[in-house]
């Protein structure tokens, strides 16, 4: 089956680095999303990689390893705006998205 | 604006009574789906719809229905709503799934429903 694996929750401090995993297995891959998803609120869109390696936005890193079925979010500079959850999402072979439960990141002061 | 829009955005009813939720979006896009989200549990899809007229079930579609007579519109229908319904609905909208690769997916705010 299809199935997608993510930390439930993160802590972290303000200022800090933190790395949010994300493993895959999907029928096929088209590429892999993650969004942002303040409590309550509708997912945001962050980054989406197809192929191999780091791609960086700002604060936000997203990498991916097709070979490992793996990818992770780095999040650098952290601030407490950053206090939400993540969402990992695979693309599969008919371009269907495959979602993760999400990673809730609390950040400390 | 470019937004998805959902009505209404809270609602508690009772069991057995009809209801419907609406999607609306301004960009054009061909696909529209919605998604439940509860805790723990992640997005869920119930129904997307690549185009007009043409409907799928995603993931878990019983107890709802949906049509998309027009492009723009993608209500979801409950037709005798129960308990295990209570959720948070998010309705979204993206260009052509085989373009998928190159575009996310646009989210509407979300409708909390509670059926007692």
């Known amino acids: 089956g299809q199935n997608i694996d993510q930390p439930t929750e993160m802590t972290a401090t303000e200022g800090a680095i933190v790395q949010i995993n994300c493993t895959y297995q999907?029928?096929?891959?088209?590429?892999l999303f993650w969004y942002q998803q303040h409590a309550g609120e509708a997912p945001t869109f962050l980054s989406y990689n197809v192929l191999d390696g780091l791609e960086e936005k700002g604060r936000f890193s997203s990498f991916l390893s097709r070979s490992k079925g793996y990818s992770y979010l780095l999040l650098k500079e952290l601030q407490m705006k950053d206090s939400a959850s993540y969402l990992c999402?695979?693309?599969?072979?008919?371009?269907?998205?495959?979602w993760g439960a999400g990673t809730k990141l609390i950040i400390k002061p | 604006e470019a937004q998805v829009t959902q009505n209404p955005r809270y609602l508690i009813t009772v069991t057995g009574k009809k209801l419907t939720v609406t999607c609306s979006q301004n960009m054009n896009h061909e696909y529209m789906s919605w998604y439940r989200q509860d805790p723990g549990l992640g997005l869920r899809q119930i129904y997307y719809s690549m185009n007009v007229e043409v409907t799928d079930k995603g993931d878990v579609p019983e107890g709802y229905k949906v049509s998309r007579k027009e492009k723009r519109n993608f209500p979801l229908i409950l037709e005798s709503p129960s308990p295990n319904q209570t959720s948070l609905y998010f309705c979204a909208s993206s260009p052509p799934a085989r373009d998928f690769s190159y575009n996310e997916q646009f989210f509407g705010p979300g409708t909390r429903l509670t059926v007692l």
């Open positions: 999907t029928s096929g891959f088209n590429g």
């Open positions: 999402a695979a693309v599969d072979s008919n371009y269907q998205l495959i």
